[in-house]
Nanobody, 120 residues
């Protein structure tokens, strides 16, 4: 499975961005999907995950209430809507495909990252 993330950019604090991750080379609806991020000098951290049907989602405490993950299985795409962005959200954001249709945090495939920069 190949994953292509897009939608990153420069935004002011309090602003919004929507990231997209397009999948190819596999059966998208079979995979739980997730988003991670890695800030400079820090380890990669979990942001959000979604099961194959979209019926189950989870979020890191740091983004709850501000970020929304969704997916469109017809378009083989997962999204991350990010609102009320904070400067500490500056990071490279990565999409990932998990093992199986649920999302349990384990990653089978990584996409390339997309840079998000939040200015204060």
């Amino acid at each position: 499975v190949q994953l292509q993330a897009s939608g990153g950019g420069l935004v002011q604090a309090g602003g919004s961005l929507r990231l997209s991750c397009a999948a190819s080379g596999g059966t998208f609806r079979l995979y739980g999907m997730g988003w991670f991020r890695q800030a400079p000098g820090k380890e990669r951290e979990f942001v959000s995950g979604i099961a194959w049907s979209g019926g189950s989602t989870n979020y890191a405490d740091s983004v709850k209430g501000r970020f929304t993950i969704s997916r469109d299985n017809a378009k083989n795409t997962v999204y991350l809507q990010m609102n009320s962005l904070k400067p500490e959200g500056t990071a490279v954001y990565y999409c990932a495909a998990g093992y199986g249709g649920s999302w349990d945090g384990r990653v089978e495939y990584w996409g390339q990252g997309t840079q998000v920069t939040v200015s204060s």
